[in-house]
């Protein structure tokens, strides 16, 4: 049985299982309602006092407050608000307030939000004020020596969620100090519990919000510790739980389990040593720097926590290394977790003044102070698979030449695509609208395959083509004169194998008809393809047939290509989705059905394979589709079950094959994440 390796610790962990004993008995056992007086609430009440007095000790809370609520985000209000509360009332007592409210650049946002709600709900109207953190994420205290001053409240964080890097708390204390700063600090301590030593009461700090979930309790349990004579107003009121501080019927069950957490954290038996986790963390950067050549790590491993690491590697961006990981069942994320959805650049490496590449192409590998030997010895070894299923599919540089591929091939970026028509069997290839971006793309691609770039040729007139032919060096014959389209002159035809390439000119645009043709002709019947920058053209009916597939040089919507034919009327159709029931069932009506994984092949490669035995599938993907659309099409139609990770990719596939008037084309709603499949080796 093949398990996931969880490597995204500073989203969330998993629930150590004395929490989740922990849990079962509060819900089970000890159900009582604390604030009841009979014998059932007393002992729900013992457990409550019981685990804030372990916290009190943990922390060093003194002679503070510590109050159990949700979490982190629920911590950072009950802060920001108590602090502001506190600063209006100053203000109408005619007393002089800071104008300011500072926070640092790399914050998690629930911080800089809270400052914006609450200062605008209270009619504070102080200055939200970034502080800027160096290359190395660490805050710039020359300016928040200059800011001090006038700074009302400060908010910087123990250590960031996305790269780990510790925060000089000591640096700042000093600094507030020395400026006589009348400030309120806070301190964002989510990713610190466990994983750095706290002594609150000892330091000047006012506010330190904490979330159980990033340590192993369930989530929506938190604590709030506020320093002995900071400012206090409770954000939520009503039975006068927690001292009146925070209202509601405890979260019995999670402050059990946040319990069980903090008496193991106390004990010093279960989590691994600082020493320990940095060796974990070295044997994890080991194995990415010989898998994926150039990996660039952005947090400098010496200023951050020893559970994270957080890399970006030239030429491959963040959403394909987290599908290469997915694929092998590692779990990473890219930036913060709420933005893993989108891969826009990270603002934490944007702050740290990283470079795009680098901080729009960032992964974040964490883990908890629970992790074992095995565990990291397995995640290295799929730290070598992803390497090897990059390198093969040419995506990273590799020694060996890559098995060539035939046919065409998609590279897109943002709507916009190249094309690269390929013949294994002469090695030999033609790009068609090179895009400057796809540069890279596809030198490693050629390179890798060692093939031989007979012509790139564009739809438009005058593209610069030289930075491609510098970039791809002995690969490309480019010898021959060429017209403003990149053609090369006196030739009428362009053979590459079986395949013959034809110009077409249509004003100031060129069309290119692609085809299996033995000679320079190609009649309508055998033209396969037509590269046009138009999305129909009514010009290039008679020179093709219906089966003829028109491939666009933008693709916004992901169509891929469409069909010459006019659409086929609206009939009554199968519905497009199949979910994981509806599978067997149809499999089994359907034995000569054939299930396809669109991944992309550096994902089917790294592919670990679920335990569910089940049919073979066949790698297809999204950017081979139109190749392999234009041969399901021909002769008699197999029923075609398309699917990948998540099935929007597999959705698109099925609805091309569809459009196309393909009519027994379906997706696997839900991907490989809800129904796993068997692959073929
Ligand atoms: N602060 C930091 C540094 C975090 O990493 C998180 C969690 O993502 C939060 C605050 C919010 O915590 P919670 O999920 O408990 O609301």
């Given at each position: 049985m093949t398990t996931e390796i969880y490597l995204d610790g500073n989203a969330t962990t998993a629930v150590l299982p004395a929490a989740i004993a922990a849990a079962a008995d509060a819900m089970g056992q000890r159900y009582g309602n604390p604030s009841s007086s009979h014998g059932t609430g007393l002992k729900a009440k013992v457990l409550l006092d019981q685990t804030r007095a372990c916290a009190v000790r943990l922390l060093g809370v003194g002679d503070g407050r510590l109050m159990f609520n949700s979490g982190a985000t629920e911590g950072i209000q009950t802060a920001v608000l108590s602090a502001l509360v506190a600063l209006r009332e100053r203000r109408e007592r005619g007393e002089a307030i800071g104008s300011l409210l500072v926070y640092g650049a790399t914050e998690h946002k629930a911080v800089p939000e809270s400052l914006a709600h609450w200062n605008r709900l209270l009619g504070l109207n102080l200055t939200l004020q970034k502080l800027p953190v160096d290359q190395d994420g660490a805050h710039d205290l020359a300016q928040l020596r200059a800011l001090a001053p006038q700074a009302a409240l400060v908010c910087t964080m123990a250590a960031n969620n996305e790269t780990g890097i510790v925060t000089n708390l000591a640096a700042i204390e000093v600094l507030l100090a020395e400026t006589g700063s009348a400030a309120y600090w806070l301190v964002d301590c989510v990713q610190a519990l466990g994983k750095l030593d706290l002594d609150l009461a000892s330091t000047r700090i006012d506010y330190a919000p904490f979330s159980g979930h990033k340590l192993y309790a369930p989530k929506g349990i938190g604590m709030l510790y506020v320093r002995a004579g900071a400012p206090f107003t409770?954000?939520?009121?009503?039975?006068?739980?927690?001292?009146?501080?925070?209202?509601?019927?405890?979260?019995?069950?999670?402050?059990?389990?946040?319990?069980?957490?903090?008496?193991?954290?106390?004990?010093?038996?279960?989590?691994?040593?600082?020493?320990?986790?940095?060796?974990?963390?070295?044997?994890?950067?080991?194995?990415?720097?010989?898998?994926?050549?150039?990996?660039?790590?952005?947090?400098?491993?010496?200023?951050?926590?020893?559970?994270?690491?957080?890399?970006?590697?030239?030429?491959?961006?963040?959403?394909?290394?987290?599908?290469?990981?997915?694929?092998?069942?590692?779990?990473?994320?890219?930036?913060?977790?709420?933005?893993?959805?989108?891969?826009?650049?990270?603002?934490?490496?944007?702050?740290?003044?990283?470079?795009?590449?680098?901080?729009?192409?960032?992964?974040?590998?964490?883990?908890?102070?629970?992790?074992?030997?095995?565990?990291?010895?397995?995640?290295?070894?799929?730290?070598?698979?992803?390497?090897?299923?990059?390198?093969?599919?040419?995506?990273?540089?590799?020694?060996?030449?890559?098995?060539?591929?035939?046919?065409?091939?998609?590279?897109?970026?943002?709507?916009?695509?190249?094309?690269?028509?390929?013949?294994?069997?002469?090695?030999?290839?033609?790009?068609?609208?090179?895009?400057?971006?796809?540069?890279?793309?596809?030198?490693?691609?050629?390179?890798?395959?060692?093939?031989?770039?007979?012509?790139?040729?564009?739809?438009?007139?005058?593209?610069?083509?030289?930075?491609?032919?510098?970039?791809?060096?002995?690969?490309?014959?480019?010898?021959?004169?060429?017209?403003?389209?990149?053609?090369?002159?006196?030739?009428?035809?362009?053979?590459?194998?079986?395949?013959?390439?034809?110009?077409?000119?249509?004003?100031?645009?060129?069309?290119?008809?692609?085809?299996?043709?033995?000679?320079?002709?190609?009649?309508?019947?055998?033209?396969?393809?037509?590269?046009?920058?138009?999305?129909?053209?009514?010009?290039?009916?008679?020179?093709?047939?219906?089966?003829?597939?028109?491939?666009?040089?933008?693709?916004?919507?992901?169509?891929?290509?469409?069909?010459?034919?006019?659409?086929?009327?609206?009939?009554?159709?199968?519905?497009?989705?199949?979910?994981?029931?509806?599978?067997?069932?149809?499999?089994?009506?359907?034995?000569?059905?054939?299930?396809?994984?669109?991944?992309?092949?550096?994902?089917?490669?790294?592919?670990?394979?679920?335990?569910?035995a089940g049919r073979s599938a066949r790698s297809v993907p999204l950017s081979r589709l139109a190749e392999h659309a234009s041969s399901w099409l021909h002769g008699e139609q197999t029923p075609l079950v398309f699917f990948c990770r998540s099935g929007n990719r597999s959705l698109k596939a099925a609805q091309l094959l569809r459009r196309l008037g393909h009519g027994q084309a379906y997706s696997l709603n839900g991907g490989l994440a809800l129904a796993p499949l068997a692959h073929a080796a």
């Open positions: 409770p954000l939520i009121m009503g039975g006068g739980q927690e001292s009146g501080q925070r209202s509601g019927t405890e979260n019995m069950a999670g402050i059990a389990a946040l319990g069980a957490v903090l008496s193991a954290l106390e004990r010093g038996d279960t989590f691994r040593s600082h020493h320990q986790l940095a060796s974990f963390r070295a044997r994890l950067a080991d194995s990415l720097r010989a898998a994926l050549p150039g990996v660039v790590f952005n947090n400098p491993f010496d200023k951050s926590l020893p559970t994270t690491l957080n890399f970006s590697v030239p030429g491959l961006s963040s959403r394909e290394l987290m599908d290469v990981f997915d694929a092998a069942q590692v779990r990473v994320s890219s930036g913060s977790a709420c933005s893993a959805a989108k891969a826009a650049p990270s603002y934490v490496l944007d702050a740290m003044h990283a470079p795009l590449w680098r901080s729009a192409g960032a992964i974040r590998m964490s883990f908890g102070p629970l992790a074992d030997e095995a565990t990291i010895a397995d995640a290295c070894r799929r730290i070598e698979r992803c390497g090897a299923a990059l390198r093969a599919s040419c995506l990273i540089p590799s020694e060996r030449t890559a098995v060539p591929h035939d046919g065409l091939l998609q590279l897109g970026v943002e709507g916009a695509c190249s094309w690269m028509v390929l013949d294994a069997a002469s090695r030999s290839c033609i790009v068609i609208d090179p895009l400057p971006d796809m540069i890279a793309r596809i030198e490693s691609y050629v390179r890798c395959q060692n093939y031989q770039v007979q012509a790139i040729v564009s739809t438009s007139p005058d593209v610069d083509r030289s930075m491609l032919i510098s970039a791809l060096g002995r690969h490309v014959d480019c010898h021959a004169a060429t017209d403003a389209y990149g053609w090369p002159s006196a030739v009428h035809a362009i053979q590459l194998g079986t395949q013959t390439l034809l110009s077409v000119a249509d004003g100031a645009a060129r069309h290119y008809l692609l085809g299996d043709a033995a000679d320079a002709t190609l009649p309508p019947q055998a033209v396969r393809f037509v590269f046009s920058a138009r999305p129909t053209v009514e010009a290039l009916r008679p020179l093709t047939c219906a089966q003829t597939l028109l491939c666009p040089t933008r693709d916004e919507h992901n169509q891929f290509c469409v069909g010459m034919a006019a659409p086929a009327a609206a009939e009554a159709q199968a519905a497009l989705q199949l979910d994981s029931a509806a599978l067997d069932v149809f499999l089994q009506a359907h034995p000569n059905a054939e299930l396809i994984d669109v991944r992309e092949p550096y994902e089917f490669a790294a592919t670990i394979t679920p335990g569910t």
